[in-house]
């Protein structure tokens, strides 16, 4: 279906694709992975024809239709079942044609090949797709216009799936989607009958609805077998043998080297050596796939703990409406440590919930009780145009931080994981990621009561995303999240809550349980059996959380602690700076050299202290 041949292409100078090879058969689904950045989306736009490369080749089965889901949403007057029954481009040319077709011969092909192709059963499955994708009955025949970009592209997803081209072509297709909207993709593209290349950091969509995974990194192509579980565990595999091979290599060069260096000038060995220095320039390198760890993520828990509850609602109301409340009767507790993920459809209430929570909104009527003290850190996607375009990551820091010394801001902003080079880069020129990884530091800055976070991981890769399900489990405060990765749910959270028929309440079974129940298979089965396992399930983890918080603190004390001893010693060599101490006041300047020196002792004992605190850490969390 697809042959992609000694590929090799540049964007503004960089290489990002280098001689890469591979192939998709008809009827099979890849997805394609690797970090933000490596040229994924370059790919798509090569095979696509939007982009020239510089050298290689990219062939399509001659007559194959090639389907894709353009950037630009659709809009206008057309509603949105037109839109997408539009999409099948042979049945609306027929039906057009069969309103002029005089011709009893031309007239018989035509509506036999509109049975052929099911022509007058589209509306129900366009119906079936926009339904899957989150669109109501009523919905469907409004207009394009009607709706937000992210519904619009959402139209724009169903339209593509419905045409079935022969090659389907999605460049993260679930950006767009809530958590119900991504398991029904999941179901379809698993059954999808043509060919499909994805790119996606949705870990259960790899895992559910393609066969083989094409890793791009450093601009070359690996293929691997079986979903993105059996990508990570092979390529776990390939990089522990690389590195042996490499150790291995790096072992014999040593013994070569010392022999030649030893018998060089040697007579009697000077052929060996001769030899020996042939076989150290013939040695190439063993490559090794293993990438540059991601970056974590700063979350500092709140100082100060609680009471719980923290947030108390009583017969709550919440809109936007006086007289139609969007969610009411809610009567819930939220505990300083409650770890909560926020199930249901989009449209049901999940944003004006967590609204609700974070102090965007009042209660219309009933009581909304929370401590004075508590801090808030929301996170939803619309915040990214918050950050202020004009400044750098640095210039945000320093807002925050006014009275702090520039090595303390440049401390600070070094656990954002920005790296160097984007300290000083404009917020209006970072990617989408480090935007989100941005303003993720900064809602939780001063290390807030309670974390919202509404659909943190859009713009985040495979790893960032597990770098944040790591931050939020060393994270000692409450979450509630919105998100549809399942991944993050699963490894973060305790509770599920499920906002449903205009109010939230407490649902009892796991993912597994809610997947099967928005995917319409065993509805009937009852979630009890499930329950239990699920709350243990649940306890077990809040209980390692807790075993985990001493260890934390003890590290987050002795990193205090090394910062006061650091900004003592910077205070100290201000002082020894001073012109003419050394001679005006002797025993000053003694002084203040006897305090150095115990400071910097004292240094290499906390570090020792820190190190071995963090050894702890780390074998308790992977236990």
Not at 457 to 485: C, F, K, P, W
Request: hydrophobic letters at 40%.
């Amino acid at each position: 279906m697809l042959h992609v041949n000694n590929l090799v292409c540049r964007v503004e100078g960089r290489l990002l694709i280098n001689n890469a090879t591979f192939r998709i058969a008809p009827q099979t689904r890849m997805g394609l992975v690797g970090r933000n950045g490596t040229g994924k989306s370059t790919l798509l736009r090569v095979i696509k024809n939007e982009l020239e490369p510089e050298s290689g080749e990219v062939n399509i089965r001659k007559g194959a239709r090639l389907g894709a889901v353009d950037q630009e949403a659709p809009g206008g007057a057309q509603p949105i079942m037109d839109f997408v029954l539009q999409a099948d481009q042979e049945r609306a040319a027929l039906l057009a044609e069969a309103e002029t077709a005089t011709e009893p011969g031309r007239i018989a092909d035509i509506q036999t090949r509109l049975a052929d192709i099911g022509a007058h059963s589209a509306e129900s499955r366009a119906g079936i797709i926009l339904a899957g994708l989150g669109f109501t009955a009523d919905e469907q025949g409004q207009p394009c216009a009607n709706f937000s970009g992210g519904w619009r592209m959402r139209a724009a997803l169903a339209a593509m799936l419905f045409a079935k081209p022969d090659l389907l072509l999605l460049d993260e297709p679930t950006n767009y989607l809530d958590l119900e909207g991504a398991i029904w993709l999941e179901t379809h593209l698993a059954k999808y009958p043509g060919a499909a290349l994805v790119v996606s950091h949705d870990r259960d969509l790899l895992n559910t609805a393609v066969q083989n995974i094409a890793h791009l990194q450093q601009g070359k192509i690996r293929l691997y077998e079986g979903g993105y579980d059996n990508f990570e565990r092979q390529l776990a595999q390939k990089q522990r043998l690389d590195m042996a091979l490499r150790s291995r290599q790096e072992d014999e060069k040593k013994r070569l080297q010392a022999f030649v260096e030893r018998f060089r000038y040697k007579a009697s060995k000077a052929r060996q050596a001769q030899s020996r220095v042939k076989r150290l320039e013939k040695m190439r390198p063993i490559a090794t796939i293993t990438e540059n760890p991601v970056a974590p993520f700063d979350l500092p828990s709140p100082k100060r703990p609680l009471a719980p509850p923290m947030i108390r609602l009583e017969n709550t109301a919440v809109g936007y409406s006086t007289d139609k409340p969007v969610l009411s009767g809610l009567d819930l507790n939220i505990a300083p440590d409650d770890r909560i993920a926020l199930l249901g459809r989009n449209g049901e209430g999940k944003s004006t919930f967590a609204k609700l929570l974070a102090g965007y909104l009042e209660p219309m009527h009933g009581y909304k009780r929370h401590h004075k003290r508590m801090q808030i850190g929301y996170f939803a996607q619309h915040q990214l145009d918050v950050l202020d375009p004009a400044l750098t990551p640095y210039e945000h820091v320093r807002n925050r931080m006014e009275d702090a010394t520039e090595a303390q801001r440049r401390a600070r902003l070094a656990r954002f994981g920005l790296g160097v080079v984007h300290a000083e880069t404009k917020t209006s020129d970072l990617s989408g990621g480090e935007k989100a990884r941005l303003l993720l530091n900064l809602i939780a800055f001063e290390g807030p009561h309670l974390l919202i976070l509404d659909e943190p991981t859009n713009h985040l890769d495979m790893d960032s995303r597990a770098a944040l399900a790591d931050a939020l489990d060393a994270y000692e405060g409450a979450v509630l999240l919105i998100s549809h990765d399942r991944f993050l749910i699963e490894r973060s959270i305790d509770t599920l809550w499920i906002v449903q028929n205009g109010t939230v309440s407490t649902y009892e079974g796991d993912m597994d349980d809610y997947r099967r129940l928005v995917t319409e298979k065993d509805r009937k089965k009852p979630l009890a059996e499930k329950s239990d396992a699920a709350a243990k399930k649940r306890q077990a983890k809040a209980n390692r959380r807790e075993a985990l918080s001493p260890l934390k603190r003890d590290i987050e004390r002795l990193e205090a602690e090394i910062e006061r001893l650091k900004a003592g010693i910077s205070s100290l060599d201000a002082a020894l700076a001073a012109p003419g101490l050394y001679e005006k006041d002797p025993a000053r300047a003694i002084d203040y050299n006897m305090k150095r020196s115990r400071a910097l002792t004292r240094i290499d004992e906390v570090e020792t202290l820190w190190l071995d605190a963090q050894m702890r850490y780390e074998k308790a969390r992977n236990i």
